[in-house]
């Protein structure tokens, strides 16, 4: 059996870091992995966010066979979402074209699993940030949070079409937050602890 490699991808107020959390807490051997890029968002910023992916798959790479889970809140399709959204002077799809065919030639059981709301407007209730820290460069909204849902669930739906036959893709409604975990426990139940 494989290890699972599990990326978690979503707009903000998906839920990704309450699953992450549940399967890094409930699956055995399993590292968990936060990325949060870069926020150089000029042309310059494309070189940084290449030699950060570029080390990410290396990684993966590199514990192909270690009998390690992996799991990742947010990875290079997060770069995908944002540039297609404009929040960035550049393209970066001729890298998520090369980076999606390295992830499924990788040796994992590969899930890419994309968190969404079908009642878009518990993002209100999920972006409320009173009493939590604040980024000043980052925009919570509900039209930022809906916008970047539909381009990830775009991503799913190409991925899907292209036939990449090691990427399990993985729609996944977080409205009633117990629903998501059932599903990743039926999914992974081999490998809990």
């Not at 409930?26 to 949060?36: P, V």
């Not at 066979?65 to 990742?72: A, G, I, K, P, R």
């Not at 404009?86 to 890419?112: A, C, M, P, V, W």
């Not at 969404?116 to 999920?126: A, C």
Request: proline share 2%; net charge neutral; hydrophobic share 35%.
């Amino acid at each position: 059996m494989r290890p699972a490699l599990i990326i978690i991808e979503g707009a903000q107020g998906a839920g990704k870091t309450t699953l992450t959390d549940y399967i890094r807490n409930s699956m055995a051997y399993t590292n968990l992995y936060r990325l949060s890029g870069h926020s150089d968002s000029t042309k310059t910023g494309k070189a940084k966010s290449k030699a950060m992916f570029d080390s990410v798959l290396r990684h993966m790479k590199d514990l192909e066979n270690q009998d390690l889970n992996l799991v990742f809140d947010r990875t290079f399709f997060s770069e995908e979402v944002y540039t297609r959204l404009g929040y960035k002077e550049y393209s970066f799809t001729d890298l998520y074209e090369i980076y999606l065919k390295q992830l499924n030639d990788l040796d994992y059981d590969i899930y890419f699993i994309v968190l969404y709301l079908e009642d878009v407007e518990l993002f209100r209730q999920r972006l409320d940030r009173t009493g939590k820290a604040k980024v000043d460069y980052a925009k919570f909204d509900i039209m930022n949070s809906i916008n970047q849902q539909n381009t990830y669930l775009q991503l799913a739906d190409e991925i899907q079409d292209k036939g990449y036959k090691n990427i399990k893709v993985i729609k996944l409604p977080t409205d009633d937050k117990k629903e998501p975990k059932d599903v990743i426990y039926n999914l992974f139940k081999d490998k809990w602890k």
